[in-house]
């Protein structure tokens, strides 16, 4: 077994019907882009009654048809927000925890020492998060899980991953191992996973291989670590835009 194979996206997503949410962070093949994608999937009808949406900077789940939202608590929530050199990603609102925190000038893990996983029981959906630090023309990032350390919900285990960046690589990190029912949890490391150069062809890549049935949405961000422009797309299974 190689432990430091790094899978391309053809490879890795398809295996797996269900993976949740799910965030990957890394660096491009030609080390001029710090690169962070987010997706969500579902299965419920509230699940999938959802778009991305950019507003102030900040990116957001919304739903689709307003009419049809059963309970919002956990499905709508900013997803991606910037706090000066950082940039957060993650599957709910803790996001805004992590952001609060980093005006603190607490470390991503201390900031979500107040959350734990979702109240969905019995799935008990972890929490997963990046954060992306930028400097000098370069970055590092960070990844955390909150999930359940059992069946039942008794406790919260948490798991923090540091990386530095590295060209062509990425991590993947999500909710579910697969499908099920209960949702069996994330377990061990963030998979590695490759990285193009091309925003538009790894966007495009990553949701052909996603579940037709089950993926939602795709946000994809290109920044450039020499300047720090950045470009993006976002890609809705109920309406596309750019």
């Not at 370069?138 to 899980?145: D, P, W």
């Amino acid at each position: 077994m190689d432990i430091y194979k790094i899978h391309t996206v053809q490879e890795l997503i398809p295996t797996n019907t269900y993976w949740g949410r799910g965030i990957i962070t890394g660096t491009s093949a030609d080390d001029n882009w710090a690169v962070n994608a987010y997706f969500i999937m579902g299965r419920s009808a509230n699940s999938r009654n959802r778009i991305f949406e950019k507003r102030d900077g900040i990116l957001y789940t919304a739903p689709y048809d307003p009419s049809k939202v059963q309970d919002p608590s956990l499905i709508i929530y900013p997803a991606l927000r910037e706090y000066k050199n950082c940039l957060i990603v993650t599957n709910g609102d803790h996001t805004n925890t992590v952001y609060n925190g980093l005006k603190k000038r607490l470390s991503l893990q201390t900031s979500l020492e107040e959350r734990t996983f979702e109240p969905d029981a019995p799935n008990f959906t972890p929490r997963i998060s990046s954060l992306c630090r930028f400097e000098d023309g370069s970055f590092r990032y960070e990844m955390s899980i909150l999930k359940s350390i059992d069946s039942t919900g008794s406790g919260c285990a948490r798991y923090a991953f540091s990386y530095p960046s590295k060209p062509g690589l990425g991590h993947f990190i999500h909710t579910y191992l697969q499908d099920g029912d209960p949702i069996p949890s994330f377990n061990g490391e963030p998979e590695r996973i490759a990285i193009p150069n091309s925003m538009e062809e790894f966007a495009d890549t990553l949701w052909q291989a996603l579940n037709p049935d089950n993926k939602i949405s795709l946000y994809v961000r290109y920044t450039q670590l020499s300047t720090g422009e950045m470009t993006e797309t976002i890609i809705n299974k109920n309406r596309s835009e750019v």
